[in-house]
T-cell receptor, first 112, second 115 residues
Framework: GIQVEQSPPDLILQEGANSTLRCNFS?????LQWFHQNPWGQLINLFY???GTKQNGRLSATTVATERYSLLYISSSQTTDSGVYFC??????????????FGEGTQLTVNP | NAGVTQTPKFQVLKTGQSMTLQCAQD?????MSWYRQDPGMGLRLIHY???????DQGEVPNGYNVSRSTTEDFPLRLLSAAPSQTSVYFC??????????????FGNGTRLTVT
């Protein structure tokens, strides 16, 4: 099956700093999503981005499908950005087209 | 529009007991799934369904059963709980994942402890 690797595993920032999180995947994908799990455990969908670039406020994401990676940018980080960021992908040849595979996440801590 | 609703939020079981984790969605999503999250292991797919009457196994299905009698509901059954099933369980739904623009929506999770 498809492999998903996220880096870095841990990241500590001061409030106001910018950061880039990376998601590498081992095969072509037709579905790629970024999620934020807040310190209370809630999983929030940030982006559906199998290709191209999207922006939502201070967050943006870019997926370069031909090179098999996606980047999540966080600008002017705030303490509320703390939590775990997950990337999840679906390979088009996956038989049922229904098994999203998650990376192990990047643990982000933003200090005041 | 409540989204994905999971009950209960917390549960403690003794080894060998059975229980059902409930999941309901009001977005008319065809796809529903159950994940478990363990420390350091990310999210692992237990079972999923692409529509009423259709279910399939994920990565870690052993010890769990599911059924999908309606579009809205996708309960997860633990037949005989074991300490290895101590985890946080998440239900999620979307339109079919192979469809364009199919973001996955998660419930708030159920924290299960098996003693």
């Amino acid at each position: 099956g498809i492999q998903v690797e996220q880096s870095p595993p841990d990241l500590i920032l001061q409030e106001g700093a910018n950061s880039t999180l990376r998601c590498n995947f081992s095969d072509s994908v037709n579905n790629l999503q970024w999620f934020h799990q807040n310190p209370w455990g809630q999983l929030i969908n940030l982006f559906y981005i199998p290709s191209g670039t999207k922006q939502n406020g201070r967050l943006s994401a870019t997926t370069v499908a031909t090179e098999r990676y996606s980047l999540l940018y966080i600008s002017s980080s705030q303490t509320t950005d703390s939590g775990v960021y997950f990337c999840a992908v679906l390979a088009p040849e996956e038989t049922s087209g229904s098994r999203l595979t998650f990376g192990e996440g990047t643990q982000l801590t933003v200090n005041p | 529009n409540a989204g994905v609703t999971q009950t209960p939020k917390f549960q403690v079981l003794k080894t060998g007991q059975s229980m059902t984790l409930q999941c309901a969605q009001d977005m008319n999503h065809e796809y529903m799934s159950w994940y478990r999250q363990d420390p350091g292991m990310g999210l692992r797919l237990i079972h999923y369904s692409v529509g009423a009457g259709i279910t399939d196994q994920g990565e870690v299905p052993n010890g769990y059963n599911v059924s999908r009698s309606t579009t809205e509901d996708f309960p997860l059954r633990l037949l005989s709980a074991a300490p290895s099933q101590t985890s946080v369980y998440f239900c999620a739904s979307s339109i079919h994942p192979s469809s364009y623009n199919s973001p996955l929506h998660f419930g708030n999770g159920t924290r299960l402890t098996v003693t």
